[in-house]
């Protein structure tokens, strides 16, 4: 389906026109639903996850509740997943938030911004830091009830074409990052491109770009990354925890009962929790597996240039939080529960951590 289809049906939303919703398909007691996914069929950690989430809401149901997943490209365009479930042409999406930042940049901070939660963190934000809240009343505005639904955990700072070990190597580097990371290396001089998963590998060998993030070893390694280009940086400072997201078409979630929206949250937070241990299992394997082949050099970024990363990100990431009056009770939440986090971070898991290599 073409944008300008899926806008048809957004416009009579935006003007007050009637639109009515297609109701999901009712049939002896059992609900057959829609849902989109930004991620190429099979793709593992993403769509996979997109189909045992789906999978596990149709077994705790006892089968009442189905739901079809169809991966990009479909029964939408990649990225036209939030206009579809917004429309009611699809009845939920697998995706990121990040990629409507268009709609609203404050859709950033419930998939991950540069320096702010782990994976844990932001699922602590959003089930008890009032980030719940604040997200439905974001993606109320758009017809759209959501949920987290998946984690790629920490991600890694990415591929490079050679080491680098300054900020001025930063100059005219061209670099595959989204945003709002990529407005970070903007700042420091870089030509930011942003290419789809399948295009960086070919982007790389020719020299159209010089370095690329994508996710964490597990499917860098699945996409060939490693083939391409030998520098392999940390940590991602771009996504420290990235969270993907559950969306459902308003009008479908309250056609729900009390105990099934409740059943579908559960099956949600622990698909979350399913997926990043899947990742960080992955990635630890894939890790080692790198290390042991010895082609890749894996390099930390220097503590002066994290220190520069951070020092623009803050100003980055205010100004995605400055918008309306909404934008900037979202921003004002992150900040402080991201506070108390580091605190909470510094004298537990940080402090076990570094005891840990003592030995």
């Not at 939030?82 to 998939?111: C, I, L, Q």
């Not at 240039?305 to 921003?331: C, M, N, P, Q």
Request: charged letters at 20%; hydrophobic letters at 45%.
């Amino acid at each position: 389906m073409r944008r300008r289809d899926l806008l048809a049906g957004g416009g009579a939303i935006a003007t007050g026109a009637p639109f009515v919703f297609p109701a999901p398909s009712v049939a002896q007691g059992i609900r057959q639903l829609r849902m989109v996914t930004d991620w190429p069929a099979g793709f593992p950690g993403m769509q996979t996850s997109a189909v045992r989430l789906a999978k596990t809401i149709e077994a705790a149901s006892g089968g009442r509740i189905m739901i079809e997943v169809f991966p990009a490209g479909s029964l939408v365009r990649p990225f036209e997943t939030f206009d579809a479930v917004r429309a009611g042409v699809a009845d939920m999406y697998h995706s990121a938030e990040n990629y409507w930042g268009a709609k609203s940049p404050a859709f950033t901070f419930f998939t991950g911004v540069p320096f702010g939660f782990t994976a844990d963190e932001l699922f602590a934000w959003v089930h008890y830091g009032g980030g719940q809240e604040l997200w439905d009343a974001l993606s109320g505005q758009f017809n759209i009830k959501p949920l987290l639904g998946s984690s790629t955990a920490c991600q890694m700072g990415g591929w490079f074409n050679k080491e680098i070990t300054s900020r001025e190597m930063f100059q005219g580097l061209r670099y595959r990052m989204p945003p709002p990371g990529a407005e970070v290396l903007r700042r420091l001089g870089a030509t930011v491109v942003l290419l789809p998963g399948g295009e960086i590998v070919a982007a790389l060998k020719s020299g159209a770009i010089d370095a690329s993030e994508w996710i964490g070893p597990w499917l860098d390694m699945a996409f060939g990354l490693h083939e391409a280009v030998e520098y392999y940086y940390y940590p991602g400072f771009h996504e420290p925890g990235s969270g993907l997201s559950l969306g459902i078409n308003k009008s479908v979630w309250e056609s729900f009962d009390a105990s099934d929206r409740r059943l579908i949250e559960a099956v949600a937070a622990g698909e979350y929790a399913r997926s990043l241990a899947e990742f960080n299992a992955n990635n630890a394997l894939a890790l080692r597996k790198l290390r042991d082949e010895g082609t890749v050099k894996i390099r930390k970024f220097d503590d002066a240039l994290l220190t520069e990363f951070l020092r623009i990100a803050e100003d980055v990431v205010a100004e995605f939080g400055s918008g309306d009056e909404l934008s900037r009770k979202i921003y004002a939440s992150y900040q402080q529960f991201r506070a108390s986090m580091m605190d909470w971070s510094d004298v537990a898991e940080r402090a076990f951590l570094n005891s840990r290599r003592l030995a």
